[in-house]
């Protein structure tokens, strides 16, 4: 992997400006594997993690990110709603890559037993299960962090069509390193450095989260149809803002 050359003209000119904007007219438009290198080495060194789902499509992004450092935290957030297959794959992948720093963060306990004691949340307002298993855990678990990198891609459609390599997420950066990549580009990814499958998809399951709120899909279905089918709701809500969105005391 080439070092992106730092020193040009426009990369001085940048100074400690880290914007997201700033960094999406400079680094944008770079191959992925460098604006991994940029984010992770360069400008956010020791203070970039990335969130990953351990899901359908984690594993190209893992494996990325691993090339680039291994010691890159890893956020997983473990709900207690995973189907047991994605624990059980987040553990081979964990050890196959080599990764070093994967945090397996829990939702409040006193939060639970508030709000979901008999743990049907998720039926009854799933926007609210979201905000107590996965918003309010991530919030704390990037209170350190001055940005976090995602696996989100234009294809995935809804609100992602537009994505930009950074962007903004209240005080932070997140960075979307696979933003212009196509399902044919994943699945070449991984066929070419032999990635294992979450063992769910040769299921059917395109996109994969918690196990009451994933669906299997279609032939013709956009993948992340069978994620709240029969819902208007399409995000479980970390990509919606994370910055105020935290409960009192959350540590953000």
Request: aromatic share 6%; proline share 5%.
């Amino acid at each position: 992997m080439a070092r992106v050359d730092l020193s040009t003209p426009a990369a001085v000119a940048i100074g400690s400006d880290h914007s997201a904007a700033a960094l999406q007219a400079l680094y944008g438009d770079l191959p992925t594997r460098d604006i991994l290198d940029v984010a992770i080495n360069t400008v956010f060194r020791g203070r970039i993690a990335l969130v990953s789902s351990f899901g359908a499509d984690a594993a190209v992004l893992l494996h990325l990110v691993a090339e680039t450092n291994k010691a890159t935290p890893v956020i997983f957030l473990e709900t207690g709603k995973h189907f047991p297959e994605t624990l059980r794959y987040r553990d081979r992948l964990i050890e196959r890559l080599g990764l070093t720093d994967v945090r397996s963060i829990r939702p409040d306990p006193v939060r639970l037993q508030e709000l979901d004691s008999d743990s049907g949340l998720w039926l009854r307002n799933p926007d609210l299960c979201c905000q107590i298993r996965k918003v309010e855990p991530l919030a704390r678990a990037i209170s350190g962090f001055d940005a976090w990198i995602t696996g989100r891609k234009r294809f995935q459609g809804g609100d992602r069509v537009g994505l930009d390599a950074f962007e903004t997420d209240g005080p932070r950066v997140k960075v979307n390193p696979l933003a212009a990549w196509t399902k044919a580009d994943v699945l070449a990814h991984a066929a070419a450095h032999d990635l294992p499958a979450h063992p769910l998809v040769a299921d059917g399951y395109r996109s994969i989260g918690c196990m009451p709120c994933t669906d299997r899909v279609a032939e013709g279905e956009d993948e992340r149809s069978g994620r709240w089918r029969g819902q208007a709701k399409t995000e479980c809500g970390i990509h919606l803002g994370i910055h105020g969105r935290e409960v009192d005391g959350s540590g953000i």
